[in-house]
């Protein structure tokens, strides 16, 4: 016996949208385990709907997703059957249990019946609940559904078999026994996504000692990304320098236990050499190849979401793997690189358990800092850089020692390696790092430089008056290019692979080639850019707006087309921040702070209120997720679906500007008032420090150490003088 079933607690305690339970059974056996707080209004109308279109035969293919319990349901008909499978994508990624087939018939009326008795619920219990959208959806599905059956003649399908050995020992290798064809009829039919994957198969791990020393039946590709989920686990766990790390593959027995430090393995009671990075490389080749080999079945699927965020996934880890390794000097033995996880500088806090608390004590102090309302502060490898437009100085970072200082009549530009530029009225000298004597010197035509200066294939980038674009030879301080755009008072000037991009207030962005200053192309706006363009894979993405109106614009970075044009009508737009194939920006509607989270096409996928009092507002990276700050040094970090996951309130009183959140060792820390260190995954404050109400610009160091620079010029840093933590906490 087949039926849906529908909790009943949303009727008795009403919510907007309601959430329950749902569930599928087979002869009383729940096919849907964990579905128990999923939205109604929306995943009801959508099993109903899905079942419907295999009834009435416009699809073969239907796929619906619970994304509370992150299980996805794949109903694929076959003859008068229909075959089901259940995928969890949570950890594990897995099947729950083998395809079922179930008839097509008895599937139809029990989710005629579910529908029927939602839709009567919902008249009684919340009539204004279900959107006309998903009341229209229902409808037209019950319609279906009461209609007779139609089949459609099948081909019996070609059967497609592939069996990729392992590249190399330890590797990992893989089989396809795609007997239905899912690939080809799934992706030519345009199917779901994943259900477009869901081909069997296996895939097995082979050592050196043992051609089969670990096998996964099921879905390679559910395999592949569990793999490359804990590639990434047990990567961090080999630049931690941790002893051993445990593992069962995928979720399948037997346990893997690594000894990282002697480079083996315990497998099925046997010892084998084994080492962690050989590991972590089949992990993250096994997706890559995995990714080719159904592209080279099915062309169509190259640009599958799920396989384009695996191959992600592991070109990603990969390219960790491959910046972690440093050429042995001559003559010395060859030792293994540890793995980099990530690009960040700073390893997180080695702690024993759960972090708690945080203690900073003050360091050193520097006073009487030029122009520190238009200074800039920054972390350099060696010292702390600050550059103003009359000044320029670096600092040790633990002593406070000024290490070089640089100052001039027409502008001083500095960049975060140490590089500078100072100007008179007569010429421009350049500096590197340390010393009093310049570099070079060259004369010059008493024009205003700096204080942004950008270093790229041997060449000083700077803006002149605020409006041309300069570039000089690092080397021999030859000018090499510049570019004087009309009309044009203020212009912003980025970087971008083998283009420089300046942004102008006239309406205009130029793509110049580094090398000789062309310009390749230019790109013409009905509005001002308000900033430097920010680089969105090969292309980018710039904040246009005047008075009231506000818009995005992405364009290819080499060709300087433009994909789309997004018109907003936030104010106090905040710094656009691409993450994946999604981009998030944070302003006021309405006086109430909003988030907008925007695809790749242009689209908005979803806007969410922020409750973190008035802007101006910036935004940070997180893993899964995005962090707002405020102004009012509030904070909130929401999911990719638009959830908050945690919030923290008001620090004081407001900054004269929104400064952007730094993430160190694992540490997010807010700027405000008070400065606050939160834990990223909980948004417990683990400690605060007060800056003051005239906080200009913050930064934090490898080791966690703070430094704000005030509206009165003093610099002040602090030491992380202890942390505290739970032990099992």
Same mark, same amino acid.
């Given at each position: ?64 997703? +619970? ?14 059957? $229909? ?85 190399? +020992?330890?590797?990992? %290798? ?8 899912? +690939?080809?009829?799934?992706? @030519? /039919? ?10 069997? %198969? ?19 590709? =559910? ?150 309302? /238009? ?84 060449? *000083? ?27 044009? @008072? ?63 614009? =992405? ?56 409750? *973190? ?49 730094? $993430? ?18 909980? %948004? ?46």
């Amino acid at each position: 016996m087949i039926r849906f079933r529908i909790g009943h607690r949303w009727k008795r305690e009403p919510a907007d949208p309601p959430h329950d339970s749902v569930a599928l059974e087979l002869d009383g056996v729940n096919l849907l385990p964990g579905a128990v707080e999923e939205s109604l209004v929306e995943t009801v109308p959508a099993l109903v709907e899905a079942v419907a279109a295999l009834h009435s035969g416009g699809r073969r293919l239907a796929q619906v997703s +619970l994304p509370e319990a992150h299980l996805e349901l794949v109903l694929r008909r076959s003859g008068a059957d $229909i075959e089901l499978q259940v995928a969890s994508l949570s950890r594990p990624a897995r099947l729950l249990r083998p395809p079922l087939r179930l008839d097509s018939e008895e599937l139809a009326e029990a989710a005629l019946e579910c529908g029927r008795a939602f839709r009567e619920d919902v008249a009684r219990v919340a009539p204004r609940r279900l959107t006309e959208p998903y009341r229209q959806v229902l409808e037209r599905a019950l319609e279906q559904l009461e209609e007779p059956a139609h089949y459609r003649e099948e081909l019996r399908p070609e059967p497609f078999t592939r069996r990729v050995a392992p590249p190399a +020992l330890p590797g990992f %290798g893989f089989a396809l026994d795609d007997t239905d064809d899912v +690939l080809r009829r799934s992706a @030519r /039919e345009k199917g779901p996504a994943l259900a477009s994957l869901l081909c069997p %198969g296996e895939v097995w791990l082979a050592l050196p000692e043992r051609p089969v020393a670990w096998r996964a039946p099921g879905p390679p590709f =559910l395999t592949a990304l569990e793999l490359a989920r804990q590639a990434a686990d047990l990567a961090r766990a080999v630049e931690l320098g941790e002893p051993r790390y445990s593992f069962e593959p995928a979720g399948i027995r037997p346990e893997v236990s690594l000894d990282l430090k002697a480079g083996e393995a315990r497998l099925g009671g046997t010892t084998l050499p084994l080492q962690g990075e050989a590991l972590v490389a089949a992990m993250y080749h096994l997706g890559q190849a995995l990714a080719v080999a159904l592209s080279e079945r099915e062309r169509s699927l190259a640009s599958n979401p799920y396989l384009v965020e695996l191959t992600e996934r592991c070109r990603e880890g990969l390219s960790h793997l491959r910046g972690a390794v440093q050429p042995p000097e001559q003559g010395a033995a060859v030792v293994p690189a540890r793995t980099a996880l990530s690009s960040g500088a700073s390893r997180p806090l080695k702690v024993p358990g759960r972090l708690r608390r945080l203690r900073f004590e003050n360091l050193w102090e520097q006073r009487k800092l030029a122009a520190a309302d /238009e200074g800039r502060l920054m972390m350099g490898r060696q010292s702390l850089v600050y550059s103003s437009p009359q000044m320029a100085c670096a600092f040790d970072r633990k002593t406070g020692k000024q290490l070089w200082r640089r100052a001039a009549t027409h502008g001083v530009a500095a960049s975060v390696d140490g590089y500078s530029l100072a100007a008179s009225a007569v010429r421009v000298c350049g500096f590197q790092g340390k010393g009093a004597g310049a570099r070079w010197l060259h004369d010059h035509d008493g024009l205003r430089i700096g204080p942004t200066l950008l270093r790229q294939d041997g060449l *000083l980038l700077t803006l002149s008056d605020d409006r041309t674009a300069l570039a000089f030879n690092e080397v021999t301080g030859r000018e090499m290019w510049r570019l004087a755009p009309p009309r044009t @008072r203020r212009s912003h000037l980025a970087l971008q692979a083998h283009r420089a991009l300046l942004a102008t207030d006239s309406g205009y962005l130029y793509g110049l080639d580094l090398t000789d200053g062309q310009v390749r192309f230019r790109v013409s706006a009905t509005l001002p850019f308000l900033g430097p363009p920010v680089p969105w894979g090969r292309r980018f993405v710039a904040t246009l707006g005047q008075g009231s109106h506000f818009a995005l614009l =992405l364009s290819d970075a080499h060709t300087g087309e433009s994909a789309w044009t997004f018109e907003m009508s936030l104010a106090l737009p905040s710094v656009p921040l691409p993450s994946g194939k999604r981009l998030y920006i944070a302003g006021e509607l309405e006086g109430e702070g909003v988030l907008l989270c925007i695809d790749s096409s242009g689209q908005t996928r979803w806007q969410r209120v922020l409750h *973190l009092g008035p802007g101006p507002f910036a935004l940070a990276r997180l893993p899964g997720a995005v962090l707002v700050t405020s102004a009012l040094g509030a904070a909130a970090r929401l999911n990719e679906d638009g959830e908050v996951d945690w919030r923290v309130g008001a620090a004081g009183e407001q900054l004269s500007r929104a400064l952007q959140p730094i $993430i160190s060792r694992g540490v997010v820390l807010v700027p405000g008032e008070r400065v606050r260190a939160v834990d990223p995954h909980s %948004g417990h404050v683990l400690a605060e420090v007060r800056a003051g109400a005239g906080l200009m610009a913050m930064q934090a160091d490898a080791q966690l150490n703070l430094y704000f620079l005030d509206e009165l010029g003093t610099l002040s840093a602090y030491r992380l003088g202890s942390h505290f933590a739970v032990v099992g906490g």
